[in-house]
């Protein structure tokens, strides 16, 4: 059964960085796709970074240039590396990983940033 986790998150001021990491266990494989997305209170789950091929990778136009994606392939995790953070960037961050086109999500890590 795959299973996907997520940590690093927590409370930061703005101006600051955490580091997230997202690790997929029960698959003997590489996997291709692991993205990660955010949700804010009361708003719709958004794509926040993803790294579809080897140096290939696509994010959000509200966290270019502050925000980056990179992955342990071999380990099956991905990590996204947040600086400069803001009090918008305040939400619960997950990963998903697609194995064999199904979908899974982790149970999400909580982003705060105070101002």
């Known amino acids: 059964q795959v299973q996907v986790v997520e940590s690093g998150g927590g409370l930061v001021q703005a101006g600051g960085s955490l580091r997230l990491s997202c690790v997929a266990s029960?698959?003997?494989?590489?996997?291709?796709?692991m993205d990660w997305y955010r949700q804010a209170p009361g708003k719709q789950r958004e794509l926040v970074a993803l790294?579809?091929?080897?140096?290939?990778?696509n994010y959000a136009d509200s966290v270019k240039g502050r925000f980056t994606i990179s992955r342990d392939s071999a380990k099956n995790t991905v990590y996204l590396q947040m600086n400069s953070l803001k009090p918008e960037d305040t939400a619960v961050y997950y990963c998903?990983?697609?194995?064999?086109?199904?979908?899974?999500w982790g149970q999400g890590t909580q982003v705060t940033v105070s101002s």
């Open positions: 998903k990983a697609v194995v064999w086109g199904l979908t899974y």
């Open positions: 029960g698959v003997m494989f590489r996997i291709a796709n």
């Open positions: 790294m579809p091929s080897g140096d290939i990778t």
